[in-house]
């Protein structure tokens, strides 16, 4: 795989060039597109020539007929291609048509807002071919420089533990960190300079990720850190989190650990990378990663009797036989 460090200037200095940006971080993989698409429009004035084509809504001759097309005052086109991996037979005539896409002096870039199926022969050609740059979640090193830097562009600055609160409310979803950001941000402008941002305001303005925090307390019970776990379930019900709805996600979370778990013990998938795992468990590829790791400390016969025992809990509080709080308390001290 190519690693494109100057992406958006390349795409526009360069003819015959294919770029496949793909990644579950969808939101960088967002931004690199509008890079490009920016630095195209600095050159080429007129916009007339970008185009978009949507393979859920047009087929491969629709693709074809625009790069044939010859472009007002003759610019070069930048064709934007998204979705082309839930279509197989746009992928197909792709393939038998690559010949032909040789001489173009035209921008293609084929883009993905998660991991596609390496698998296909489409992936394969490009990943051989075309200048391509793949966004994962982004470690919690670099999570907490990326937070830090994105402060910095809003004259802003966070303490340490405010910064580690703040992902840990988040996690690495950067739609989500984006919004809170600029919310700490608008709410220091005005104040002493040089100010932090500190513990107390992120406690303040920003609602912790309820998936992410269950998660947590998931991963506190995996550790056997149960009082862990508890004060983090307590933490909810004090902020006024319904407890049905607290079992629902520790419901959804042991669902997800049951899935991975028993596709892990598939011996055709069991050497697999997890990114296999994931194709074939339907989950969000960041649920399928965090639940991979966490599955391992489990036994998938543990994993059945919690998964029982919550259907269990679920049916005594809606039939009135346990208090909703006190069989949350039993719940997470069973595991």
Known sequence: MVNVAHFSALAVKNYNMIFFIYGEDSYRAKRKLEEIILSYKKVHKSGLNLIYINANEKDFKDFYNNLKTNSMF???KLIILKNVFSDAKFQEDFLENTGNLENTKDIIVIYE????????????????????QEFNYLQPAMLKRWVAEELGKNKA???????DLLIGFVG???WGMTNEINKLSNYKIGGPKGCFITKEDVELLVK??????IFKTIDALASKDKKQALSLLHKHLENGDAPLYLLSMISYQ????LIIKELQGDPGTLQKPY????????L?????????YLCNQFSIEKLKKIYQKIFQVDSDIKTGKIEPETALDLLLAEI
């Open 172 to 174: 690495s979803d950067l």
């Open 284 to 292: 969000h590829p960041f649920v399928a990663q965090k639940s991979y």
């Open 208 to 213: 912790p990720n309820i998936e992410n925090d």
């Open 254 to 257: 042991f669902r997800n650990l």
């Open 113 to 132: 807002d998660y991991f596609p199926d390496q698998r296909t022969k489409f992936f394969k050609m490009l990943q051989k071919y075309a200048k391509c």
């Open 74 to 76: 003759s610019e070069k």
């Open 275 to 282: 990114n296999l795992i994931v194709k074939k468990s339907g």
């Open 157 to 163: 600055k966070i303490n340490p533990d405010a910064l």
